[in-house]
């Protein structure tokens, strides 16, 4: 846009045009990095809080994915390293329908701009975006692509890096426990009713589809005990003091049998990483949203206000 034709070949003329080209400028640069709030926060000391951050299973692409959750816990987590275990965007989902808001953007936005801020970004395939696994060994952005990874501690423990879904022969199960947090619940429900008032006019008697979810529940269960199991005993085969993983949706940290396994949960459900202190302690975080209520005005009468915010330390 051209200074007002009043204004041409005066001085402020000119110092309107070069505003408004620095204003383009800026605007330009915006459109490239639509977060340039976190060039602060990527400095190398603040970085070097946390050697490592760990997350899985954000399905981005998805209605699931809570991404405002997620850019915050980032936010406030800047790290030497961080590991993206798999199922980060949901190919299986996108292919079915586009699904992709503006803070999913921005996620990749901020994990770009982490990778080209220095720190190192290792992405890990999971089975939802299993396409990028033909990519191993390649990077992308600054973002390395390794269908496995190996993470050393700061005091020295070697941790195996895999997403885990290669450890799910009975994936069937996790589907059902995944649908009875869900309305598909209530709909068998209802269907269970429907069933039986056929089968109760084809003469054979009730039977409950209900029982048989919880049943199939119950296995689910034992499913994932098995498969914690399964991964610890893998990665103490492999020679490894402990495993970080995702896949399963559950956030967990303990010792199978003297090996560590570490799971960093899900952005779906759980809001859950794991971090490495700089001594090289690990912690699970489970991220709680900034509470609403601190949002609002305190009335004058009480005392200092509360913390913004929370993070389970
Ligand atoms: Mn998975």
Redesign the pocket.
């Known amino acids: 846009m051209a200074p007002p034709a009043a204004l041409r070949g005066t001085p402020q003329g000119a110092a309107l045009a070069a505003w408004q080209g620095q204003f383009r400028g800026a605007l330009a640069e915006e459109d490239a990095d639509p977060l340039p709030d976190e060039e602060r926060q990527g400095d190398a000391a603040e970085r070097s809080r946390y050697r490592a951050v760990f997350i ?2 954000l399905h981005l692409g998805t209605a699931g994915c809570q991404a405002e959750a997620l850019l915050d816990f980032l936010k406030h987590y800047p790290s030497q390293t961080l590991y993206l275990v ?2 980060i965007v949901d190919g299986w989902q996108l292919r079915r329908r586009w699904f992709w808001p503006q803070a999913h953007n921005d996620v990749v936005q901020k994990l770009l701009r982490r990778a080209r801020k220095g720190c190192r970004v290792v992405f890990v395939p ?3 975006d299993e396409f990028a696994r033909q990519f191993h060994g390649h990077s992308f952005g600054g973002i390395e692509v390794r269908n496995e990874a190996v993470h050393e501690t700061a005091d020295g423990r070697r941790l195996w890096v895999v ?3 290669h450890f799910d022969g009975v994936i069937q199960c996790a589907k059902w426990l995944a649908y009875v947090g869900d309305n598909l619940y209530e709909f068998t429900l209802r269907l269970n009713r429907h069933l039986n008032s056929l089968r109760a006019r084809l003469g054979l008697p009730y039977w409950s589809l209900s029982q048989y979810l919880k049943h199939k529940v119950k296995t689910a269960v034992n499913y994932v005990s098995d498969f914690e199991g399964a991964v610890a005993a893998e990665a103490r085969a492999r020679g490894y003091q402990g495993v970080v993983c ?4 559950r956030p967990e940290m303990r010792w199978i049998d003297g090996t560590l396994y570490c799971n960093d949960g899900d952005w779906v459900e759980s809001l859950s990483a794991l971090v490495e202190h700089s001594d090289g302690r690990l912690e699970l975080v489970h991220w709680q949203p900034p509470a609403r209520q601190t949002r609002i005005p305190l009335p004058e009468a009480l005392p200092a206000p509360l913390p913004a915010r929370a993070a389970t330390a």
Request: hydrophobic share 5%.
């Open positions: 899985s299973d798999g199922d999971g089975n939802h997403h885990g879904d995702g896949h399963i949706h």
